[in-house]
C-alpha cells in the first residue's frame, strides 16, 4: 500500500505564520527603500527642470519666469519646448518630471478633487526684498533676468509643493488657484503652521523624511530639512 506524504494543518499554520513574520520585518524595510527612490526620482525632476530653465533664459535675453503667471504664461507651460515638448500646445499634463512620486495619492484639494489629480508638484520663487534685512518681502510676479540674484547657488528657485487639504489641485493651465502656487510671503514657508488660503503654508514639510526637495537658481537640486529652510534661502538680494 503506498503512503500519502504531505503537510500536516499545525505545519501549514507554522509555515504561514513564519512568512508573515517575515514579511512584517521586511515591509518597512521595503517602504523606506521606495520612499528614497522617489525622493531621487523628485530631485532629478528638479534638475531636468532646472536644465530647461537654463536654456529658456539662453533664449530670452537671460529672463527667467517668477511666479505662476496664467494660461500660456506659466512656467510649466513655456519651458515644454525645453523639456523635449517642441510641438506640445499647451498640454503640459503629459509632462512626468511635473509629478513628485511621493504626492500623496489620497485626500483632497480645495475642490475636493483627488490629490492623485495634482498635475504640478512644485511650487516657483515669487519672491522680492528690498534689503538684506527685508523679513517680509513682496510679490514680483514678472520675469527677472538671472543675474538680479546675488547668491543663485543658495537661492531656491523651485520647491516641494504642500499636499494639505488648504491647498488646491491644479488640473489644467487655466486654473484660478494657479497664483496659489507661487512663494512670495513668510508664511509659505515649511515651518509655517498657517493652513490659510493666501498665507498658508506652500512649501512641502515633510514630503521626503523631514523635509523636502528644492531646485536653486544655479539649476543643482538638493533636499532641505525643514529645520534648515528659513527665509533666506529666497532671498533675491
Not at 74 to 87: A, D, E, R, S
Not at 90 to 108: A, E, L, M
Not at 120 to 127: A, G, H, L
Not at 163 to 177: N, T, V
Request: aromatic letters at 10%.
Amino acid at each position: 500500500m503506498i503512503q500519502r506524504k504531505g503537510f500536516t494543518l499545525i505545519e501549514l499554520l507554522v509555515v504561514i505564520a513564519i512568512i508573515a513574520l517575515l514579511l512584517s520585518i521586511l515591509m518597512p524595510s521595503l517602504q523606506k527603500v521606495k520612499k528614497q527612490a522617489q525622493a531621487t526620482t523628485c530631485l532629478s525632476n528638479l534638475k531636468q527642470i532646472g536644465v530647461a530653465a537654463f536654456v529658456y533664459s539662453q533664449d530670452n535675453d537671460s529672463y527667467i519666469p517668477r511666479g505662476t503667471g496664467s494660461s500660456n504664461s506659466t512656467w510649466f507651460v513655456q519651458f515644454l519646448p525645453y523639456l523635449g515638448q517642441k510641438y506640445n500646445t499647451g498640454d503640459y499634463r503629459t509632462v512626468s518630471i511635473y509629478k513628485c512620486k511621493s504626492f500623496p495619492r489620497t485626500g483632497s484639494g480645495l475642490n475636493k478633487i483627488p490629490n492623485s489629480e495634482q498635475t504640478v508638484c512644485y511650487v516657483i520663487n515669487d519672491w522680492t526684498f528690498s534689503s538684506r534685512t527685508d523679513n517680509r518681502g513682496s510679490l514680483v510676479s514678472r520675469p527677472t533676468k538671472i543675474d538680479v540674484f546675488r547668491r543663485p547657488s543658495s537661492t531656491i528657485y523651485m520647491a516641494d509643493n504642500e499636499d494639505g487639504d488648504w491647498r488646491p489641485i491644479i488640473q489644467s493651465k487655466d486654473s484660478a488657484d494657479l497664483i496659489r502656487c507661487d512663494v512670495f510671503d513668510p508664511g509659505h514657508l515649511p515651518g509655517s503652521d498657517s493652513k490659510e488660503l493666501i498665507y498658508g503654508r506652500r512649501i512641502a514639510r515633510q514630503r521626503h523624511s523631514k523635509g523636502g526637495n528644492v531646485l536653486f537658481l544655479d539649476w543643482h537640486s538638493e533636499y532641505i530639512a525643514t529645520e534648515e529652510h528659513t527665509i533666506d534661502l529666497w532671498r533675491d538680494k
